[in-house]
């Protein structure tokens, strides 16, 4: 009898060598290449929506049809996180009264990005994503990120389990992310469709002649007409019926050094169509908060995401050109 268990238990044994675990090696080498394509379609995909500063459904559905042949089905999971100032109340200078702005960032996940559950099914995951108006746009510094894991069992992980109970079925499980680096939507197609409900443009009036060297306007702090900038702001294809109080709010003349946020001193509207003219006003008491140990600033008026509703999403960011300001016409502004 015990002559018998071990004739069968080595019989097991060699099975397992002779047959199961090649076939595992096998199918174990096609799992490794299965996750080097999923690899390399996650990270080409975060990086086409990082280079081109907007995620599309062609984009989506390009990365869908390389995950697709892996043959594996995926839980896809998506995030953006989009970049905000906001005022921090509890930081304000007492002295000068002087604002402070906090960096934030606001996620957007699968159930932001993508319409409800249209009930459809494709091999690769559970249900066909769909992007809401087909697009989602970024600025340059938010954030995107992508993670993916198989859902179904491979044959690798179906042999392991019959051998060791209880194995996970999950073979490949990737995380990778971006800062985005443009906003080429700016002058796409997809752009003119979707983003163009709302056109802001942001231009310095009358600004002085530029230097050859920076190419920047430069202006003198010493001087009393130089310490009042007037910035045109237009806006088109709004639905926001309170505009001028959006601007007045959260528009902002910023400077480089920390904590240079200059609020505006009045708005009146222009002559054109969803024009409007701000005035900043540099307090002279304030030149330490404008120049710091530097006797120059470089300075752009800049309208953050999301301040005003279009017909189809929130604005994206805008900014104006930059502008030098220095403490007197003597200083030699190094090369920007």
């Known amino acids: ?5 071990s004739m069968i238990l080595a019989v097991i044994i060699l099975v397992i060598l002779i047959i199961i675990l090649p076939l595992y090696n096998y199918f174990e080498r096609q799992d490794d290449m299965s996750y080097n394509i999923a690899l390399k379609s996650v990270t080409m995909f975060v990086d086409e929506v990082a280079q081109n500063g907007y995620l599309d459904q062609n984009m989506y559905d390009k990365f869908i049809q390389r995950l697709g042949t892996t043959g594996n089905s995926y839980d896809i999971q998506v995030e953006a996180q989009k970049r905000i100032l906001t005022k921090d109340p509890d930081n304000i200078d007492p002295d000068t009264g002087e604002e402070t702005y906090i960096e934030q960032f606001k996620s957007y996940y699968n159930k932001d990005i993508f319409n409800d559950d249209t009930g459809k099914t ?24 992508v993670k993916i894991k198989n859902t179904n069992t491979t044959m690798a992980s179906s042999l392991l389990s019959a051998i060791i ?25 997809v752009s003119q469709l979707y983003q163009s409900d709302i056109l802001i443009t942001i231009d310095l009036q009358d600004p002085n002649d530029t230097e050859e060297k920076n190419g920047f306007p430069e202006y003198v702090f010493s001087n ?45 509207t222009g002559s054109d ?24 600033n470089v300075f752009q008026c800049f309208l953050p995401a999301n301040s005003i509703q279009g017909k189809f999403s929130k604005n994206a960011s805008a900014n104006s050109e930059k502008i030098v300001i220095k ?10």
């Open 1 to 5: 009898m015990k002559d018998s268990l």
């Open 122 to 145: 494709s091999m690769v995951i559970s249900k066909d994503n769909t992007l809401r108006n087909d697009a989602f746009f970024f600025d340059v510094g938010d954030k995107f990120y």
């Open 165 to 189: 109970s209880k194995m996970p079925d999950e073979k490949i499980n990737i995380s990778y992310g971006a800062t985005i680096k443009n906003n080429n939507w700016e002058n796409s197609t």
């Open 224 to 268: 009393n007409q130089d310490r009042i900038l007037k910035y045109k702001v237009r806006i088109l294809n709004s639905d926001d019926t309170d505009i001028a109080s959006k601007i007045t709010d959260n528009i902002r003349l910023v400077g480089t050094n920390p904590n240079c946020y200059i609020s505006p001193s009045s708005i009146t």
């Open 273 to 296: 169509e969803g024009e409007y003219i701000l005035e900043f006003v540099l307090d002279e008491a304030k030149q330490n908060t404008y120049f710091s140990s530097n006797e120059y």
């Open 327 to 336: 403490i007197n016409d003597s200083i030699e502004v190094p090369e920007i």
